[in-house]
């Protein structure tokens, strides 16, 4: 589950990530493109302390930021195509933490996992009412395509919620990333809830 400020400031990041953890988030992003490193910092050690007094095994990776990543002891970074190029930024943070990197193409995804790259973000998928400038959706054979050209995992993002997850998780991806699909919900612990036991009941399913 990503974090996501709505304009009318109804949830905070905090409260967002809080009850995606609650309802069963295996990684919470802290995306706060509209915040200063001061208030980043100060949310990805919140974010932080939230997974260790839950005791859960949850990933906390941060968007964007190498230097908030690095300071707040996130497990990871990602970063998009206008970001520090992924070779760089394993200068900075070194071999265990985890740099992902967006990817909407075959060639954005070939060039990423040659650059170390440890998983993908690859979308659109589906339209997506959280990212003005995502691009045109690759829909499932772009993902599919995308798939068969990499060898590092992949999370699918943009449009993706409890009606079209199944498709997307049968394309054969490690895992799926929403915004709106739990910080857009009424109940965002539910909604999350709901998004993992599909997700539970897959890999049940393949077994
Ligand atoms: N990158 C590609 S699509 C997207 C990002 C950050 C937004 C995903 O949000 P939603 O609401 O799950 O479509
Ligand atoms: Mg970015």
Redesign the pocket.
């Known amino acids: 589950v ?1 974090t ?1 400020q709505d304009r009318e400031r109804r949830r905070s990041h905090l409260e967002v990530a809080e009850a995606a953890l609650l309802g069963g988030a295996r990684v919470i992003q802290l ?1 706060g493109k509209e915040l200063g490193g001061k208030e980043l910092y100060r949310l990805a050690l919140g974010i932080k302390e939230m997974i260790i007094a839950r005791g859960q095994e949850a990933l906390f990776i941060v ?1 964007d930021r190498v230097d908030v990543a690095l300071a707040a002891g996130a497990d990871g970074v990602h970063l ?1 195509q206008e970001d520090l190029p992924p070779e760089i930024a394993r200068k900075l943070v070194g071999e265990e933490v985890i740099i992902g990197v ?1 990817a ?1 193409s075959i060639e954005e995804a070939v060039k990423a996992e040659a650059a170390g790259a440890d998983y993908l ?1 690859v ?2 998928i ?6 003005q400038d ?2 045109l959706p690759i829909g499932i054979d772009g993902l599919v395509k995308i798939r068969d050209a990499v060898s590092i995992p992949i999370v699918a ?5 409890e009606v079209n997850m199944e498709e997307v998780l049968k394309a054969g991806v490690e895992g799926v ?5 739990v ?2 919900a009424e109940d965002m612990t539910t909604a999350a809830r709901r998004l993992a036991q599909i997700i539970d009941l897959h890999i049940q399913g393949g077994k």
Request: hydrophobic share 35%; no cysteine; proline share 10%.
């Open positions: 990503i996501w995306r968007n998009g967006s909407g973000g979308g659109p589906f339209p997506t009412p959280s990212k995502a691009g993002i943009g449009g993706i919620n990333a929403v915004i709106s699909a910080a857009g």
